[in-house]
């Protein structure tokens, strides 16, 4: 039985990135309820090649490679950054050149960080409408975190930290609904398996 997969992108192009790290404490949430593979697609890994191309037909193999990890997943965690109001261009080239199809239908748990409060609201007005465009299903909880919400790269606000779970919650449910095992059941069979050999 193959297992379903969750793939990450992570908008900010700097590392270290508070945004990488909010999305990695939700994949591990999600990891934590359900048995998924997983994969980060990194723009701080890709943003300088995938500058230099405005069509896909064009790509390195490499970027072609993560374009069709973020079309083959099942479930797409999608995280961003807040610069001027927004999310970075360079993000917004990677879902350019997405096919617009590739998408449909997919459940899609959005992310975002930013400096403070006032920018909480990108995930309404800036994320949501970009899926809304590939008719994908986005999840109702979304997940701001603010720099102060964000203590050496890890959550520190018990606020967030409960808006991670309940969000996780919701991503597990949907995995579920497309065939993914509970993490305890797959432990259990692995374990099963372990001693049966």
Sequence with gaps: ??????????????????TRALAESVLAEIQREVAVDSDIVDLADIGTALGAHLFRNALPA????????IEGADLLLVASPVYKGSYPGLFKHVFDLVAPEALTGKPVL???????????????????PLFGFF????????????EA?????????????????????????????????????????????????
Excluded at 110 to 128: F, N, S, Y
Excluded at 135 to 146: E, H, M, N, W
Excluded at 178 to 191: D, F, Y
């Design 1 to 18: 039985m193959s297992r379903l997969k969750v793939v990450v992108v992570n908008g900010s192009p700097t590392r270290p990135s508070r």
């Design 62 to 69: 490499s970027l072609e490679e993560a374009l069709r990890s």
């Design 110 to 128: 959005l992310v975002a960080t930013g400096g403070g409060d006032k920018h909480a609201l990108v995930i309404e007005h800036q994320l949501r």
């Design 135 to 146: 008719r994908a299903q986005t999840l109702p909880t979304g997940v701001y975190g603010a």
């Design 149 to 197: 919400d964000l203590k050496d790269y890890t959550v520190s606000s018990e606020a967030l930290a409960s808006r991670v779970v309940d969000a996780a919650l919701e991503a597990a449910r949907a995995l579920r609904q497309l065939g993914a095992e509970s993490a305890s059941a797959a432990t259990a069979r692995s374990a099963r398996t372990s001693v049966a050999a």
